[in-house]
């Protein structure tokens, strides 16, 4: 009994601290503190933010660099993490899903751009703690941005319901 005890308060503990990461990454875009960004994700990580090449980023130096690119002329943004879903494939590897709420005002902007988003995420437990491995964003819609600059979220055509029995 004391193992499964053990076992549960660990995945607990690992469930607040990704969700904890999932925040602070939302909390240091909107700072701007690009810099501290990096250390949310491996040094080695992929992280998936459109569908051009120069938005597929193959390490957290080059996340920094793309980040500082994108709010470079002074975007104020803010960023809202929900529904965040976990799964543990074993004791140091998370799956995770969180929906993303990315407001922006550009400087001079007439209208503010929103992006509504999924991010679907790889965590691996290191020694510093759990950190972003993979990311991918996938858009459920963009408000004042232009289209097919994200990766559209796949749709289903039938109910979850009728796929389970085909």
Do not use: K
Not at 1 to 26: F, G, K, P, Q
Not at 102 to 125: E, K, N, Q, T
Not at 133 to 146: E, T
Request: charged share 25%; aromatic share 8%.
């Amino acid at each position: 009994m004391s193992i499964d005890i053990d076992i549960a308060v660990r995945e607990l503990t690992d469930r607040a601290a990704i969700t904890e990461v999932l925040h602070t990454y939302a909390r240091l875009v909107d700072e701007r503190d690009f810099t501290a960004v990096a250390g949310v994700f491996t040094d080695d990580c992929l992280a998936e933010y459109g569908v051009r090449e120069a938005e597929i980023l193959h390490s957290s130096a080059a996340l920094v660099d793309w980040l500082t690119r994108q709010l470079l002329d002074g975007t104020a943004t803010s960023h809202h993490i929900s529904n965040v879903q976990i799964s543990f494939p074993d004791a140091d590897h998370a799956a995770t899903t969180s929906y993303v709420y990315a407001w922006h005002r550009p400087p001079g902007a007439v209208a503010d751009p929103i992006i509504l988003a999924r991010y679907v995420d790889s965590f691996d437990r290191t020694p510093t703690g759990w950190r972003i491995a993979h990311r991918r964003m996938l858009a459920h819609g963009l408000v004042g941005f232009p289209d097919g600059i994200l990766r559209p979220l796949s749709r289903r055509t039938e109910p979850a319901s009728e796929q389970a029995a085909v």
